[in-house]
């Protein structure tokens, strides 16, 4: 039996595999911020962020290889599946803002842009956070609890921002260039999915502690 063992997918590959997607969410979020920075580097952090979701789509595939592989798993293999699902939307989502901005052209980008670009950081460095955590899922509760509580209010805070950015928008552009108020709140609208899909993970995380407490 204990060659069969050694040949078997253990628990601790799964949280490796979390891990590993969570990093590549942090730096996804990163090239995405520089891309909304704007100038002459923009496709390249575009080409940045793709590299990434490529990564992220790599890792997705091995967690479900693994769930197909195991006997026992750190915890139910739906929440496995809807855990690395959403957290795989999210950078999915990042690389269709990143392909919008490609698509018209876009080198430079409203204030509010760039503030949502920082929400984005902020969002996936509190997913990185919490998901190394889902190994003691117990000891790490009333640290989890918090995590997700802030994404919820940085969602909320993207909101806010969105409702700023489209307002001015309009004030600049919407009466004297229509093509260019249609392209901002094209990307507007999939800068704060992104944070959307965030807050989708945070809730998974919060599934998964609901039902194994």
């Known amino acids: 039996m204990r060659w069969f ?16 997607h969570a990093a590549t969410l942090s730096a996804g979020a990163r090239s995405l911020h520089k891309l909304l920075e704007g100038g002459p580097e923009t496709p390249r952090h575009g080409a940045d962020v793709a ?39 999210a950078i999915d989502q990042m690389h269709k803002t990143a392909k919008v901005t490609a698509l018209f052209e876009q080198t430079t980008f409203q204030p509010h ?17 919490a998901v190394p955590m889902l190994r003691s899922l117990k ?15 940085q969602e909320e805070q993207s909101d806010h921002l969105y409702d700023a950015g489209i307002a001015a928008l309009y004030r600049d552009v919407g009466k004297t260039d229509p093509m260019a ?12 999915k992104v944070v959307d899909r965030f807050e989708d993970v945070a809730n998974r995380v919060s599934s998964v502690l609901i039902e194994h407490l």
């Open 5 to 20: 063992q050694a040949l078997m997918p253990k628990e601790g590959q799964f949280f490796d595999l979390f891990d590993s």
């Open 51 to 89: 590299a990434h979701e490529a990564q992220a789509d790599d890792i997705a595939r091995a967690v479900m290889l693994h769930v197909r592989r195991s006997f026992i798993t750190p915890f139910d293999r739906a929440d496995i599946i809807d855990l690395i699902t959403s957290m795989d939307d």
């Open 113 to 129: 842009m760039l503030e949502l670009g920082g929400v984005i950081v902020r969002t996936a460095d509190l997913i990185g956070q």
């Open 139 to 153: 000891a790490n509760a009333a640290r989890l609890g918090e995590l997700t509580e802030q994404v919820t209010a």
């Open 181 to 192: 108020y249609i392209i901002g709140a094209e990307i507007y609208d999939h800068l704060e």
